[in-house]
């Protein structure tokens, strides 16, 4: 690698809303940052997440598909 062309990397802590900490290695110098989600707390790592249906939009989908099974 040539010499003096890549970004310094330094050790960054992270904490998220959640209370989980972690250390990231990034190209930009944050001594700390901090987050809302993380994979401990967002929706779709916990196995939490909803569909949330919006005028039988679900159904309308899934009796429009079944039908081309059919």
Do not use: W
Not at 43 to 53: C, R
Request: proline share 3%; charged share 25%; hydrophobic share 35%.
């Amino acid at each position: 690698m040539k010499i003096n062309t890549h970004p310094k990397r330094t050790n960054v802590n992270v904490r998220c809303s959640c209370g989980n900490i972690f250390n990231l290695d990034l190209a930009v110098e944050f001594k700390s940052l901090v987050i809302e989600v993380c994979n401990k707390c967002h929706p779709f790592y916990t196995g939490q997440q909803k569909i949330i249906d919006v005028s039988g939009r679900v159904e309308s989908f899934n009796k429009k598909f079944n039908k081309l099974k059919n």
